[in-house]
């Protein structure tokens, strides 16, 4: 008797993950669309101006880097030029690698190695 083996179905898979980028990139353009109504085109870093023919080089930046953080207000957007919101990324990467007093230094979120995280505790005893 031939045993079955559980293989996923790829054409449902494939469908799964279509969707989900549909679904990102359409949140994408809401996010973009918004920000580009409540703001002026101008990024808020270097102050280059935008117009039509070149707003495409004008990105939407979450303040708090979470692309899901989106209030309709645009309290968590800055509209950045591709090059300040890439040197903008750069920084948080750096500061979240090396320490830093980026503002934008990722949360230590308990992960990682801690020598001696218990041991005043175990002094004590």
Same mark, same amino acid.
């Given at each position: 008797?031939?045993?079955?083996?559980?293989?996923?179905?790829?054409?449902?898979?494939?469908?799964?993950?279509?969707?989900?980028?549909?679904?990102?990139?359409?949140?994408?353009?809401?996010?973009?669309?918004?920000?580009?109504?409540?703001?002026?085109?101008? !990024?808020?870093? &270097?102050?280059? +101006?935008?117009?039509?023919?070149?707003?495409?080089?004008? *990105?939407?930046?979450?303040? =708090?880097?979470?692309?899901?953080?989106?209030?309709?207000?645009?309290?968590?957007?800055?509209?950045? !030029?591709?090059? &300040?919101?890439? +040197?903008?990324?750069?920084?948080?990467?750096?500061?979240? *690698?090396?320490?830093?007093? =980026?503002?934008?230094?990722?949360?230590?979120?308990?992960?990682?190695?801690?020598?001696?995280?218990?041991?005043?505790?175990?002094?004590?005893?």
């Amino acid at each position: 008797m031939a045993i079955k083996k559980n293989t996923p179905d790829m054409s449902k898979l494939d469908r799964i993950v279509i969707e989900a980028r549909r679904n990102q990139e359409e949140r994408d353009r809401g996010y973009r669309e918004q920000a580009l109504k409540l703001f002026p085109w101008i !990024c808020g870093r &270097c102050a280059r +101006e935008f117009d039509l023919k070149n707003v495409r080089e004008l *990105t939407v930046h979450h303040k =708090n880097h979470n692309h899901d953080d989106n209030p309709p207000d645009g309290s968590n957007w800055e509209l950045l !030029c591709l090059y &300040c919101h890439d +040197e903008e990324h750069r920084r948080y990467i750096t500061a979240g *690698t090396y320490g830093g007093s =980026n503002t934008d230094k990722p949360k230590n979120n308990g992960g990682g190695n801690r020598a001696f995280a218990d041991l005043a505790a175990l002094l004590n005893n």
